[in-house]
Each structure stands twice: as structure tokens, then as C-alpha cells.
């Protein structure tokens, strides 16, 4: 049961499209209590809380705080409070179970037992609001209902779940052609490639550089050829420079967020000087989403965006704030080693600064909103206009599309890659903890950088991160621009990384067919343990191993020089280690075992009864561009016992994403 109750005038945001909430509900706050700053609910001991999407720290978010405010931060370290995502969904599990959901695009503080232990507050920035609280028979129970409410998850293309790799940047063609190059002669599968912002003209949006891809079209094509896909980024800023279509355009028609004077919005990003498109305007999202055209039009069938939440490098006014320190503190041409700090503060303050988000505003389609209240449906917005954009264009066929900003309710658009991380292990930890609670939130395309976007990898914290990422929906490997050249065949022993990365081609039958049994049914392909072992009370402290559909748990490595590690088995199950030519079972029971895990293999564990599809070692490319019904008939074999049955989920390819579209196979 659903129930809602209203605080103010909200903005509606899209997150909720199946309107099954109870309005009896009014006025009712059932567990929580209004306090002056939000709402308060006070925590038994036992109570866990989960939820949060794209949030730091455990998979219990109990003891930390949170705030719900997309942010460009590139470290994410423990400390941090906000990420690039505002996923209001919170599921209270112990005395009481349920779920709440504070559908409101401002700044929204969880305090979930930060200030007082035994005490968790939602403290919104502005009460203007949506509160739904939702219960049902159980965890999965209320996160089903959570996720009909909040509509169908996206679907990418079956493509999408081959092996990506990505750089900032490959600076031309030949580049890329390099890494092409690089992984067919080590034999090591590869799907995509990425186009980081080099491939664009000044990194205008929309514009390709004739000198660095010329005649990118056949360049598409070439690749193709090559069963590659090439992936282009789209940067939610767009540079002011006469002649640049898609400024004049956007200047000519009203279609940029506005400053206090209603003049069109200045800030900075990677082209120096741009606006933002106002893409909380339909009129305009439309308008940009139709622009993907410009690529379309040369083959290209996948994006991401970015940038947008919008990441703001400085605006005239932070710039001035500096001259103006400067011309007062150092008119005399001699500045202090304190005026120097001071004036390092203030330069560290010119990013992504509030003062400059309060003085943005957006046309919602007649009423005029400030920026802030509504700052997390920026980048689901884009999104969305790229969604909506591309369904036009591409009729019928799906696209890879993904954001790095989002909000509840862009799950139906896209999915979300989990942002800059470091080449750190503590991340592959990270990366894990999020699948389950993004799940919750409706993100099921989802990944991280794999090897890790900042600092420099190491071949062992690759492949470690690898033996993970080959079952997240989004396999991708990016580095950012000054770092260690991070694509597999730079480093010995590629046949180690062959191994590892043709497991998940092998695994994709279940992959693909779990993922999307998770949208049509509205389940977590990835869930705690806690969710399914819920009267295991080791299972339910267990933090760093996650259950993947209903037959399978992972448990990666994610600590240096380890030749293998601890896992806890809920259950008996079959211990799988897997590898290119083939697997090695061994039944384990119930319990704790020290794993061995081999750098090139990658270890799952399998119920005792249950079993799964996967393709039998004579895969090929052609298993990911391929069809699933050519895989299904020629190609699957089974790990596991094989007792129980599978269901399997196969796409028919159409983008209509109806549930009778999908077939279904019992075996
Ligand atoms: C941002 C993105 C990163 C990208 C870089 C350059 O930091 O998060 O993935 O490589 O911008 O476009």
C-alpha cells in the first residue's frame, strides 16, 4: 500500500507515472513525525536503512548522513555527502518495515543517525513536497511497489553489454583504430569505444572535428565493420560563439536557463564560455534531443551524457569576486602569505559554487522556477530530451544512452554511470555497494569506471575490478586525461585479461536475460544479502558480497595482493570458477570458506539448486551483436545443478517495451 501526503506547491518532477498512491493517506505521517526542520523517525536498534541510489558509504546507510544534491565531485572519498545522483528512496527495515520516498528536486539532508544515533531526519531545503510512504510484505515487496510507481526501467540494446572502453580522450581516429587494433591482436573481445570531448570541434556539442575524424561517417562504418560500437559524450553546455548553430539557435528561440534579468545564463565548462540549455522546458528539450541527429546520421547508436548537474567550472561572477579581491587586497602589488590562502579559497570556490545555481532560473513551461529548487532534474532532463530525441530519430531501435547526473524517474530514459572514482580499491567496494541500492531506485544500466577514472591503475586492481564489472550491466573501462594508459593490452599477460573478459561474454545469456526480467518485473537484478537471507544474521552484516538474480551470488576481491578471500555462504552452493575455455565446480556448504581467486578466473557461486544459462566456450564476437534466440538454440549450456528450472528472458529487439513483447522460455 502506497500512501501520499502533500506539503506545499510541489514542482512536478516526472518521478512518479503510475499514480497508485492512496490520498487517504493525508495528513497521516504514519511512523515519522513533522518536526520544525522535516520529518522524524525514531530508529529501534535493530533497525537497518537502505537505499540512497548513488550515495556513499554501506549498503546500510545507518550512521552517516546524505544529501540528495547533484554534484560534480571527482573524490569521493568517505566524507563526502552528495554524489551526482538524488535518489530520495529510503527502505526502513527492522521493528517496522517500509519504504519512503520524498519526491522533492531541491537539496534533501538524510540524517540517518548522525546527529542522534537513534534518530533519522529528512530535512528538506524546501517543503514543497511529495511524501509517500509505501508498505507491502516485506522488503522486495515494497521496492516492487516502489518501482511500479515510479515506472518501467530503461532497456539498452543487447550491444551495451559487451566490453567497453573508454578514454579521455582518443584524440583522433587513428587513436582509436590503435585500441581497436590493441585488443584483436591479444584476442580480447571488445564491443565499444568512447568518444570523449577531443572528438568534438572546441568540445561544441553536436560538431565533430573534420581535422581529427575526418569523414567520421565512413569512420562509423569502418568500425563497424569491426562489430565496434563508437560511443560519443554530449556535455550539457553549450558554447557561446557566433556562428555555432546550435547557440544562435538556442539564443534566437528562448531556449537557455535565464539570469535574474531573464538574460541567457552565463557560466563556464570545457568550451570556455556557454549556456545551458533549459532543458526543464519541453520546447527546448525537444530542440536538443533532436540534435542527437547530427550523429545519428553518421551510424552512431550510443551516448553519454555529462556534465549535467550541472557542473559549472566559474561564472563571471565568481571571476569578479576575484578581481575584485585582488585589485582591493593587492593594489599595492604585495600580497601577504594570507591574502595568498584567502585567494586559494577563493578560487577553489568558483566551481559549482551555490550563489551561482540560486541566479539560474528556468522557463517550466510558462512558470519561472529558480534553479535551485528543481537542481536535481537537470541531468535527468537531458536525459530525457536525449530519450525522447532519439526515439524519434531511431524508430523502433533501441539506443544506448547514459547520464551522469539523475534524479528518480530518468531510470525510464537511461541509465547512469557511477562518475569520476579513483583507480583505488576501496572504490571496487564502493562500486558494488551501489548496485543494489541504484537497483532499488529503478538504475538497473549501471556501472562504474572500471580500473578506476582518476590516479593510476595497477594491472592487478584492473583485472580485480574486471572480475567485477563482468556482471554489471555497464562493462566499462575509462581513465581520465593524464593518467596511465589503462586499456588491457598495455599491460603483461594479456591472456589474463582474455580470460577475464570473456567470461562475461560467456555469462551473457543470464546477464542479459536477469537484467531484463529485473524491468519487467520491477525486481533487483543486484540485492543485499540481508534482502534474502533476512533471518541470517551473518548474511545481514554481510557488506561486500551481493546476490545477483535468484540463482547467483558474487563476491569479488578488492584488496591488494590477495590470493583469494572470505566468503560467506548463505546457503549450499556451487562454487563456480570461470574462465575462457571452460569452468571448475565444487560444491561448498553453508558458511564461511576462504576462497582461492586466481587473477585470471572469475569466481561466482551458484545455489545448490538452481542453475543458469551460459554460453558454452565456442562464443565468438557475434554473441553480443548477435541474436539471443541464435544464442539460445546453439550455443547455451548450464552451470549449476540441475534441478530447478530457469525462466529465461530473451529481447525480441523492438523498443516498444511492452512485457508480452519479450519471450520467455521455460527450462
Ligand atoms: C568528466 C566525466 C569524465 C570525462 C571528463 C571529460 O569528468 O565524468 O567521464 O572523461 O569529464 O569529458
Redesign the pocket.
Known sequence: MISKIRYGNPVPTGAVVNGTADENGKGQLRYFEKTEQGFRYRMEKKDAVYGLGEANRGINKRGYQYISYCT?D?NHTEEKLSLYGAHNFIVIDGACTFGVFIDNPGRVTFDIGYERTDELNIIPEYEDLDFYIIEGEGIKDIVRQFRILIGQSYIPPRWAFGYQQ?R??YMDADAVREVVDGYENCGIPLTAVYL??DYMESYKDFTISDERFPDFGNFVKEMKAKNIHLVP?I?AGVKIEDGYDVYEEGTAKGYFVKDREGKDYVTAV?PGLTHFPDFLNTEARRWFGLKYQALTDKGIDGFWN??NEP?IFYTERGIDEVREFLKAEAGTGDISTDQLMELKWKLNELANNDTDYKAMYHNMDGQTVNHDRVHNLYGYNMTKAAAEGLAELRPGERTLLFS?SSYIGMHRYGGI?M??NQAWWSHILLNLKMLPSLNMCGFLYTGA?IGG?GSNTTRELLLRWLALGVFTPLMRN?A??GTRLQECFRFEHTEDFKSVISCRYRLLPYLYSEYLKSVYENEMMFRPLAFDYREDEIAVNVEDQLMLGNEVMIAPVYTQNATGRYVYLPENMTMIIMHENGEEEKELEKGIHFVEMPLNRVVFFVKADAKIPVVGTDYGRSICNGTMEDIAVSRISWLGKQDKGYRMYMDTGHSDNKKDDVLITEF
Do not use: E, T, Y
Request: glycine share 4%; aromatic share 18%; with cysteine.
Open positions: 560534480d571527482p573508454c579521455w580522450s570523449d570531448i559524450i556535455d570545457w555529462d556534465m557542473a551522469r554511470w562518475g569520476d569506471d577514472f575509462h581520465a586525461l
